[in-house]
């Protein structure tokens, strides 16, 4: 999703002197794009010379309210590669500890193109685009560790709903497309995928999404926290209109509606959760204010704020059992949003180890 530079700078205030790499919103179904390439089933001239069995498909993982959970961490999760490993090992072939290796992900004349290979290439082609997939990845990863701690589970009928919502909205964009398709027509001849194979994704991200929307609440609602309104002006000449606004008495919204650059705006300047952050002067002051009083202007990045404190919350703390129903309750009032979810995926980076060194030494990358 693309950011505009206000909403940028609302991230800045809350997440300000915490180092991170690119972060992203919790993982979405996939982007749909009608311009995407339109491969289409391999012929038997590209077979390749050996085949092996296609893993089934993965069981439902809110069958009878189960969850998805995180997979079972394997010696290539947690450790380096083995020294020594070959790139180009046959498809079946022993690695030194007796196990089959992984099978090449198919063959150009008559060679086996492994995984290190691809990421090599797209390392060297578009490592922007790399690093992002990397970062979602992550995202997701932590997202079900999370979700598997707090033992989260999703009601089956929520997720056929929430999952319908989705398909609805790839069908409006079919016809936004002018092209006289049926969905899973459109799918096959214009994004060149299985529709089955290709809405099953959709499904598996819209859990996922549901998922790290209530695990991101709950890490939330566990610490003391706090709703305020912001404006956010980017010259003195706008921060002496909102001083003059705020003189006058008028209500804090309207003006952040009237001058705010911030995406808050919209909403009044609503900014709906802060938790304590010391490195963050944003929340720092948001815990330092009365309810109900205003605070600033504030310097910030080459702009003034102000906030006001419309709520304190107390921590509430628990597994699902105890928080679903204020969970639930809390993300119908307000959606999880990007510095929300900043502060959530910087915490979880703590919390659980993630080493990717490995992948960025096969790369090259400088991190």
């Known amino acids: 999703m693309k950011r505009s ?16 790499g690119s972060v992203h919103s919790p993982p979405a179904p996939p982007a749909f794009d009608p311009g995407a390439a339109r491969a289409q089933a391999t ?15 993965a069981p439902d ?26 790139q180009g090992a046959p498809a079946g072939a022993a690695t030194k500890t007796g196990e089959p290796a992984d099978p090449p992900l198919g063959w150009i004349a008559g060679q086996p193109l492994e995984a290190e290979e691809l990421l090599l290439e797209w390392g060297d082609v578009s490592s922007r685009e790399l690093y992002l997939v990397v970062d979602k990845l992550v995202a997701v990863r932590l997202v079900l560790a999370e979700a598997g701690r707090l033992g989260i589970k999703l009601a089956p009928e929520a997720v056929d709903t929430r999952f319908a ?29 299985e529709p ?28 003391e926290s706090a709703a305020v309104r912001l404006i ?24 952040a509606r009237e001058f ?18 010391e490195r963050s002067p944003f929340a720092r002051i948001a815990f330092q204010t009365p309810v109900g009083q205003v605070a600033g202007p504030q310097p910030v990045s080459d702009h003034q704020f102000w906030i006001k404190v419309e709520e304190r919350r107390a921590p509430v703390e628990g597994d699902w059992s105890v928080v679903e129903s204020q969970v639930e309750a809390s993300l119908a009032r307000y959606p999880v949003d990007d510095a929300e979810f900043v502060h959530w995926k910087l915490d979880m980076e703590k ?17």
């Not at 001239?45 to 296609?54: C, D, I, M, V, Y």
């Open 5 to 20: 530079f206000p909403r940028a700078l609302g991230a800045l205030l809350l997440a300000s002197g915490c180092a991170s």
């Open 165 to 193: 919502a989705e398909r609805d909205k790839l069908e409006d964009e079919v016809t936004k497309s002018g092209k006289k398709l049926a969905l899973d027509e459109f799918i096959e001849k214009e994004l060149g995928f």
């Open 61 to 86: 993982p809110v069958a009878a309210g189960a969850r998805e959970s995180a997979p079972a961490p394997s010696a290539a999760d947690s450790a380096p590669a083995a020294a020594g490993a070959t």
């Open 196 to 223: 089955k194979r290709y809405l099953e994704r959709v499904r598996r991200a819209t859990i996922r999404q549901m998922l790290a929307e209530r695990a991101v609440r709950a890490a939330s609602l566990a610490a």
């Open 260 to 277: 705010s650059v911030d995406d808050s705006k919209k909403d009044g300047g609503l900014v709906p959760f802060v938790v304590q952050q």
């Open 232 to 255: 956010v002006v980017p010259s003195e000449e706008q921060a002496e209109k909102v001083r003059a606004a705020l003189a006058e008495g008028r209500d804090f919204g309207d003006v």
């Open 43 to 57: 012929s038997a001239a590209t077979t390749p010379p050996t085949t092996t069995a296609e893993k089934p498909a």
């Open 351 to 367: 919390r659980y180890p993630i080493d990717l060194g490995p992948l960025w030494s096969l790369i090259g990358a400088a991190r």
